[in-house]
Each structure stands twice: as structure tokens, then as C-alpha cells.
């Protein structure tokens, strides 16, 4: 019961938060900075950060770096976003999961210092993770930058230790730009002036801007590779080779800052890693209980071009023995059809659904559309359950179901499924 009610606390309090500013999204530091200001700057009282921007990958390379360090003996306070069924899944304290009572007093002492004035929610809540960063023990800070980079909420950190940017590809367009130059240049943003950059391998336009960015910084900058095939990943799919590659460099530098990080310790961190919503195996709930053990059912929270290619080429490489169907929901500020493109030749069905509680959520008769349109053979279906009960109608030999394109559906699965 106790805990039921600091849920309900802290829910009531991120309700008021998110009426502070008519805009969920309204790029800009200057509500950001008076706040801190007001907090007394915690973002100048933390332990070494490690900033990461980008596309895809972004948390990947923070789940890869946290268990490296949590198996190098070191405490990270962790900052990503979205979350995916509660929000304390955003701030983790010394490694673990903040507590309810302890979000609940960091965002009421954010909104009583913020006095009203319009902020908006991420904002805020940055600004509460900052604090409690800076008021609780750890040896390391890593920090997700939300969207962009150069007017990100995170990009108050004056001195990290190095910044990562994962790969750049098109997504939040009508915030950051309608070229992937454009976008890459407000993620390289987040390079600082003689702080190391570690760059994952981009498309050639990307990484033009970034290295003219860091030169123009005077960031010193590193290009990461892959890691080898052989070595054991926690995650799936041939692309996170790419993220533990940008967390093996972080990994270099944060040695030469002084963290004593055994090759053991990498290993084991990159064979421990675990971020759900990323090409996940779903092992319980009600999509399961519907179609029958014999069917293995998978959850992604991709919904960008990018993400599209990533799970097709994992479909081709390691799908190939029994048929894909697919369990669709996306917002309509995303390319539909760019993201179902590449999965189209792979997919024998798709069911399309509308997301629970989302306003911007596309409805299940336009996303079945764009779905046809892109040659996947598709019905409409009024959730997740009734979906699961209309593919087991077909009467389709037991296959491989993927639950995909949003990662706020991915949290309507997870609210219900482990």
C-alpha cells in the first residue's frame, strides 16, 4: 500500500509538471539554467560524466557501460529517457533505481524552486536528476541527452569527461532539421573544447559535420569500431557490436582519467548487459498465453528509417527459420513507411493497433494503409490482445511474432509482460 501511494504521489506531481509550458518540446537552455541557478548548480557538483548523444544506440552504449563499470567495483548514477512503464526508470542512484519517496522530493523541490515559470517536462526533470545526482555518492555520471544535443536539457555540463555520439540517422525532424547534416550538427554539439569525442561509425554526411564540429571545438576525437564478432554481447542484434565498440573507447578513456577497468571486467560487462525494449525476448504475459509456447514472441522500440534496417538485417541473419509476423503501433509524427520498408519482404502479417493513451498515436486504419502500401499483407485490431487472438484466428503454423514501432507501446507491453 505504502508504495502504491509514492507511485501516486509522484505521478500527481509529474502530471503538474508537464502543465508548466504548453509545449512538450521547446528546445532551449535559458529555463534550464535559471532553474539550476536557483538549485545551486548541481550540475557543477557531480562526478566525472560521460555524455552521449545520437540516434539509435544511445542507451545501449550507456547499458554497456554501466555494467562495465558496476563490474570494475564503481557506482554510476544513470540518466536516460523515455521510460518505458515508470519514470524512475530514468534516474538510477549509484546503479540502482532511484526510489518513489526519493523522486517524489527531488521533483517537488524542483517545482517549488521553479516558482511556477514555464519549463517544460523534460526540463524539469533533468534538473531533478542533476540534483540528486549531485546529492547522492557515485563515482560517475552517464548522461543521455534527450533529443539533439546543442539545446538539450543534459548540455549543461561544462567540463565531462568525454562525450559519445552514437550513429546519427533521420528522426525528430521537425525539431533538429530536414538533413541529415542538419542533425548531425546539433548532436555534435555536445563536444566540448579539449574533451576526448568518441564517434560511432556514421554515414559519410554525418560524419563530415561531426569531424568539422570537434575540430572547430578543438574536441579531440576518436572514430570506434565495432567490437570483434566473437566477443559475447547481453544484447541482441548484429548493431550493438557498434554500441559496446563506442563503449569500449569510452572505456580507454575513462583509464587514462584514472578508473582502473580490468579486460575482465569489460567482458563481463559487455556479456551482462541488458536494455529492454531492444530486440527482446518476451518470456510471460497475455500475447503469449494467446498464441502458445510454440510461438516465440519479440518486442523492439525502434521507430525510426535507421531502426528498420537494423531489425531487418537481424530478421535476415537470424529469423530465417520460421515466419515473421509483426504487431504494429507508431505515432503519427514518425516515417511509417520508411521504418516498415526494409521489414516488408521479411514479414508475413501485420496486425496494426492503435497505442493506449497516446494523442499523437496513429489509428489502426491509417497505420494498416501505410502498412498495405508498403506491400505487407495487414488487418486493423483494436489492441495488443485482440491482435494476438486475431493472428492465432488465422490459424498460422506457430512463427515469430514482433511487437514493434514505438517505444511508448513498448512500455504498454512491459506494463504486462516480462
Given at each position: 500500500?505504502?508504495?502504491?501511494?509514492?507511485?501516486?504521489?509522484?505521478?500527481?506531481?509529474?502530471?503538474?509538471?508537464?502543465?508548466?509550458?504548453?509545449?512538450?518540446?521547446?528546445?532551449?537552455?535559458?529555463?534550464?539554467?535559471?532553474?539550476?541557478?536557483?538549485?545551486?548548480?548541481?550540475?557543477?557538483?557531480?562526478?566525472?560524466?560521460?555524455?552521449?548523444?545520437?540516434?539509435?544506440?544511445?542507451?545501449?552504449?550507456?547499458?554497456?557501460?554501466?555494467?562495465?563499470?558496476?563490474?570494475?567495483?564503481?557506482?554510476?548514477?544513470?540518466?536516460?529517457?523515455?521510460?518505458?512503464?515508470?519514470?524512475?526508470?530514468?534516474?538510477?542512484?549509484?546503479?540502482?533505481?532511484?526510489?518513489?519517496?526519493?523522486?517524489?522530493?527531488?521533483?517537488?523541490?524542483?517545482?517549488?524552486?521553479?516558482?511556477?515559470?514555464?519549463?517544460?517536462?523534460?526540463?524539469?526533470?533533468?534538473?531533478?536528476?542533476?540534483?540528486?545526482?549531485?546529492?547522492?555518492?557515485?563515482?560517475?555520471?552517464?548522461?543521455?541527452?534527450?533529443?539533439?544535443?546543442?539545446?538539450?536539457?543534459?548540455?549543461?555540463?561544462?567540463?565531462?569527461?568525454?562525450?559519445?555520439?552514437?550513429?546519427?540517422?533521420?528522426?525528430?525532424?521537425?525539431?533538429?532539421?530536414?538533413?541529415?547534416?542538419?542533425?548531425?550538427?546539433?548532436?555534435?554539439?555536445?563536444?566540448?573544447?579539449?574533451?576526448?569525442?568518441?564517434?560511432?561509425?556514421?554515414?559519410?554526411?554525418?560524419?563530415?559535420?561531426?569531424?568539422?564540429?570537434?575540430?572547430?571545438?578543438?574536441?579531440?576525437?576518436?572514430?570506434?569500431?565495432?567490437?570483434?564478432?566473437?566477443?559475447?554481447?547481453?544484447?541482441?542484434?548484429?548493431?550493438?557490436?557498434?554500441?559496446?565498440?563506442?563503449?569500449?573507447?569510452?572505456?580507454?578513456?575513462?583509464?587514462?582519467?584514472?578508473?582502473?577497468?580490468?579486460?575482465?571486467?569489460?567482458?563481463?560487462?559487455?556479456?551482462?548487459?541488458?536494455?529492454?525494449?531492444?530486440?527482446?525476448?518476451?518470456?510471460?504475459?497475455?500475447?503469449?498465453?494467446?498464441?502458445?509456447?510454440?510461438?516465440?514472441?519479440?518486442?523492439?522500440?525502434?521507430?525510426?528509417?535507421?531502426?528498420?534496417?537494423?531489425?531487418?538485417?537481424?530478421?535476415?541473419?537470424?529469423?530465417?527459420?520460421?515466419?515473421?509476423?509483426?504487431?504494429?503501433?507508431?505515432?503519427?509524427?514518425?516515417?511509417v513507411g520508411d521504418f516498415l520498408r526494409p521489414l516488408a519482404s521479411l514479414t508475413q502479417s501485420a496486425q496494426a493497433i492503435p497505442i493506449p493513451g497516446e494523442p499523437n498515436?496513429?489509428?489502426?486504419?491509417?497505420?494498416?494503409?501505410?502498412?498495405?502500401?508498403?506491400?505487407?499483407?495487414?488487418?486493423?485490431?483494436?489492441?495488443?490482445?485482440?491482435?494476438?487472438?486475431?493472428?492465432?484466428?488465422?490459424?498460422?503454423?506457430?512463427?515469430?511474432?514482433?511487437?514493434?514501432?514505438?517505444?511508448?507501446?513498448?512500455?504498454?507491453?512491459?506494463?504486462?509482460?516480462?
Amino acid at each position: 500500500m505504502t508504495e502504491l501511494l509514492e507511485t501516486r504521489r509522484t505521478d500527481a506531481i509529474l502530471e503538474r509538471l508537464m502543465r508548466l509550458h504548453p509545449k512538450v518540446i521547446d528546445l532551449t537552455l535559458d529555463r534550464v539554467y535559471r532553474l539550476l541557478e536557483a538549485l545551486g548548480n548541481p550540475q557543477d557538483r557531480l562526478p566525472p560524466v560521460v555524455h552521449v548523444a545520437g540516434t539509435n544506440g544511445k542507451g545501449s552504449t550507456i547499458a554497456f557501460l554501466k555494467a562495465i563499470l558496476t563490474e570494475a567495483g564503481y557506482r554510476p548514477h544513470v540518466y536516460t529517457s523515455p521510460h518505458l512503464v515508470r519514470f524512475a526508470e530514468r534516474i538510477a542512484l549509484g546503479g540502482a533505481q532511484i526510489a518513489e519517496p526519493d523522486l517524489a522530493s527531488y521533483l517537488e523541490r524542483c517545482e517549488e524552486a521553479n516558482g511556477g515559470a514555464p519549463i517544460t517536462y523534460f526540463e524539469i526533470t533533468t534538473c531533478a536528476a542533476l540534483l540528486a545526482f549531485a546529492e547522492n555518492p557515485a563515482d560517475i555520471v552517464l548522461l543521455e541527452v534527450g533529443l539533439g544535443g546543442r539545446l538539450d536539457a543534459t548540455n549543461v555540463i561544462g567540463e565531462p569527461v568525454c562525450t559519445a555520439i552514437t550513429p546519427v540517422s533521420m528522426d525528430h525532424m521537425q525539431f533538429l532539421g530536414n538533413t541529415l547534416a542538419a542533425i548531425a550538427g546539433e548532436k555534435a554539439a555536445i563536444q566540448k573544447p579539449d574533451i576526448p569525442s568518441i564517434v560511432a561509425p556514421q554515414q559519410p554526411e554525418a560524419m563530415r559535420v561531426i569531424e568539422d564540429t570537434a575540430r572547430e571545438a578543438g574536441a579531440p576525437m576518436t572514430r570506434a569500431q565495432p567490437v570483434a564478432d566473437d566477443r559475447p554481447l547481453g544484447l541482441a542484434g548484429d548493431h550493438q557490436r557498434i554500441n559496446a565498440g563506442v563503449a569500449a573507447e569510452v572505456v580507454s578513456v575513462l583509464r587514462r582519467a584514472g578508473f582502473a577497468i580490468s579486460e575482465d571486467a569489460v567482458a563481463a560487462g559487455f556479456a551482462k548487459a541488458h536494455w529492454r525494449a531492444r530486440l527482446q525476448k518476451l518470456q510471460t504475459g497475455p500475447v503469449l498465453d494467446v498464441l502458445g509456447s510454440d510461438w516465440e514472441v519479440w518486442l523492439d522500440g525502434g521507430h525510426n528509417a535507421a531502426a528498420g534496417e537494423i531489425i531487418a538485417t537481424y530478421a535476415r541473419r537470424r529469423w530465417d527459420d520460421r515466419p515473421l509476423h509483426l504487431i504494429v503501433g507508431m505515432l503519427n509524427t514518425k516515417a511509417v513507411g520508411d521504418f516498415l520498408r526494409p521489414l516488408a519482404s521479411l514479414t508475413q502479417s501485420a496486425q496494426a493497433i492503435p497505442i493506449p493513451g497516446e494523442p499523437n498515436s496513429l489509428s489502426a486504419e491509417e497505420l494498416c494503409a501505410i502498412a498495405q502500401a508498403e506491400g505487407i499483407d495487414s488487418s486493423e485490431a483494436t489492441g495488443l490482445e485482440a491482435a494476438a487472438v486475431s493472428l492465432a484466428a488465422t490459424g498460422a503454423a506457430p512463427g515469430r511474432l514482433l511487437i514493434c514501432g514505438s517505444l511508448y507501446l513498448s512500455g504498454e507491453v512491459l506494463a504486462t509482460h516480462a
